[in-house]
Nanobody, 127 residues
Framework: QVQLVESGGGLVQAGGSLRLSCVAS????????MGWFRQAPGKEREIVAA????????RYADSVKGRFTIFRDDAKNAAYLQMNSLKPEDTAVYFC????????????????????WGQGTQVTVSS
């Protein structure tokens, strides 16, 4: 059974940084595309960033480009989201997600395309 566990959320002042971590169980992690999504109160879940299984492609929401970086360490079955220059509008629950289609060519920005989800970690940015 696949499990994703996020950590690293918290309260930070505007302009600060956080690094979110997502550790996955499951033998096929290295063959999954991975994504980070977020959901603010009253809003739909939205893509933040995603990375292809072979590291050849990364995608970012326009709102985080230049500030956030997604990366992975397959030896640790882990994906990360480095968040710099945080803004109050980045406040949300952040989820990591795994696309169970092995060796997927397309890196999706759609939540319904991802099969595995963590429980979420709260990020709060104060002004």
């Amino acid at each position: 059974q696949v499990q994703l566990v996020e950590s690293g959320g918290g309260l930070v002042q505007a302009g600060g940084s956080l690094r979110l971590s997502c550790v996955a169980s499951g033998r096929s992690f290295s063959q999954w595309n991975m994504g980070w999504f977020r959901q603010a109160p009253g809003k739909e879940r939205e893509i933040v960033a995603a990375i292809k299984w072979n590291l050849s492609y990364k995608r970012y929401a326009d709102s985080v480009k230049g500030r956030f970086t997604i990366f992975r360490d397959d030896a640790k079955n882990a994906a990360y989201l480095q968040m710099n220059s945080l803004k109050p509008e980045d406040t949300a629950v952040y989820f990591c997600a795994g696309d169970g289609r092995l060796l997927g060519d397309y890196v999706s920005d759609t939540a319904s395309d991802y099969d595995y989800w963590g429980q979420g970690t709260q990020v709060t940015v104060s002004s």
